[in-house]
């Protein structure tokens, strides 16, 4: 029977999300086309992860070792290859994330098995697996497939699928032992470190004016501050912003940032990448003001302004001001 | 230090519609403005920082044609010593694990300490050559990389995961790193500039240069079809004159509870 790998994502002990969202898509192919799921944790001291998904795949492959404490692409690409190899499952899935994407290309190179990254849907069409993906972030889709491979990688997006269980399964559980006998350690992990901390904490805000790209030079930032200011809100940023020094780290929202969760999220000059829409979809409400009418934020957002920022937001600052002076 | 960056030129899309081309495969290029990858533009920066603070060379790489060299003339205003262009006349006919070949072939006749990459192209938005030339190449690696600190032959990286954390760890050289946007400020490039480094020596090989066959570079993996993203409901939009769109979106705000 054909097969379904599944790579499972931990850190520090815990189940990381895009995890239990590919088991989702794992079982939903699975329960449609008869296949079944094999998940596959690398790491030492796994038992409350294993417990965590132990009704969610067929078999669950189980690596416990300290010298898999620490995620190592190389070491886990060596072991997976072999798992590989040997099962030749059609599809291993694999999480779009950093660690994702250091393993996913080598466990590629290794195989010689194709990888379509970051994907957003997997479908079964004419016989053959499609993997649906976006270019030019997010302003064009394509269908990928496989030239003649019958087995592919693919790495998957964060947020795209639910986390919740699908189907009934319960899984035998597999121990094998630590594989390699000769380990090249040419990575050391030496320590986790905090980049965002700071004294404003954004996942708190009812109120968030966030401010992107679209806002084009440094001192235009304080328009942003004056309208959160006057709203009673909380200044956020997208990366670009960051990336440019042009407010702190703990004020970006997106998946390398925090995720926020105010009643209303006011997105200013933000393109809406995928990577800040996930921080940012537990807002309540999202309203965006950007000039491009195709900026992918229009199709997330509740509301949208398509405009110049720098003609909207004076007329709001001060009309938001005299209402307040009453 | 002698670093060896792949960099790519890559079509503007921002505040741009894209239209598909007839063999729905790609985007129409022709009305589009090209710059250097973002990513690829810090890539350069963090080689040029290193070779400013421990000497060495700095050599930039792209795969493609003639007007793709700009991006090349680009790096080496910006300090890069020499650039290398491996002629191919549609990059789009290969998948990244094509360019990662070719790339990795005009690597390993390079003195070098360290490869850089950027984490992403702005086009594709694959993620892919980077870590494929390092698995090419029997290399170290670090993915998303946002600092460097070189000490003992070694580098110490710090490579961004999610969540706001980083993780540190310490490589051998040499080693592929894959760099993130914001690890640097990179600097300003002036026309003047430009034109200056154009004394300095841009290489063109071509694949048979490299010994490289068509066969060894056919693609694993096929786009079928592109497409303008499916419709959805979309935002409800605000319109009408500045001073309209700012009383609905104080009703909207004041609906929410979050106006006094």
Known sequence: MSEIFVIVEHRLGEIRDITFEMLWKAGELAQKLSYTVTTIILGHELNSIVDNISDRADKIIIFDDERLKNFNADIYKEILSGLIEESKPTLTLIGNTSWGMELAPCLSVKTGLPLATDCIDIMFKDDKFIAQRQMFNGKIFSNVSFAESKECLLTIRSGVFPKDKIGDRQAEIIQKDFPLTDIPLKKNFIEFVETAAGDVDISQAELLVSVGRGIGEEENISLIKELAEALGGVVSCSRPIVDKNWLPKHLQVGTSGKSVSPKVYIAVGISGAFQHMSGASGAGIIIAVNKDPKAPIFRTADYGIVDDLFKIVPVLKEKVLELKKG | ?260
């Open chain 2, 1 to 260: 230090m002698d670093i060896v960056v792949c960099v790519k030129r890559v079509p503007l899309t921002e505040e741009v519609d894209l239209v598909i081309d007839e063999q729905k495969k790609g985007i129409k290029k022709d009305q589009l403005a090209f710059i250097l990858n973002d990513w690829d533009n810090y890539a350069i920066e963090e080689a040029i920082i290193l070779k400013e603070k421990y000497g060495g060379t700095v050599v930039a790489i792209t795969v493609g044609n003639e007007d793709d060299e700009e991006v090349l003339r680009r790096s080496l205003a910006m300090g890069a010593d020499r650039a290398i262009r491996v002629e191919v006349s549609d990059i789009s006919r290969f998948d990244s694990l094509g360019i990662s070949k070719i790339l990795s072939c005009v690597v390993k006749d390079l003195p070098c300490d360290l490869v850089f990459t950027g984490v992403l192209a702005d086009d594709d938005n694959c993620g892919i050559v980077g870590i494929m030339m390092a698995e090419n190449l029997n290399m170290n690696h670090a993915n998303m990389v946002t600092a460097i600190e070189i000490e003992d032959g070694k580098a110490r990286v710090t490579s961004e995961l999610e969540g706001g954390l980083g993780e540190i760890s310490l490589i051998d050289l040499p080693a592929l790193i894959t760099i993130q946007t914001g690890i640097n400020e990179p600097r300003y490039v002036s026309i003047l500039g430009i034109r200056k480094a154009a004394k300095k020596e841009l290489k063109i090989m071509n694949l048979a240069d490299l010994g490289i066959s068509d066969e060894e570079l056919s693609p694993k993996t096929i786009i079928e079809e592109v497409y303008l993203p499916p419709e959805t409901e979309g935002a409800q939009m605000l319109t009408g004159d500045p001073d309209k769109i700012a009383s609905d979106f104080i009703e909207i705000l004041t609906k929410k509870g979050v106006m006094e």
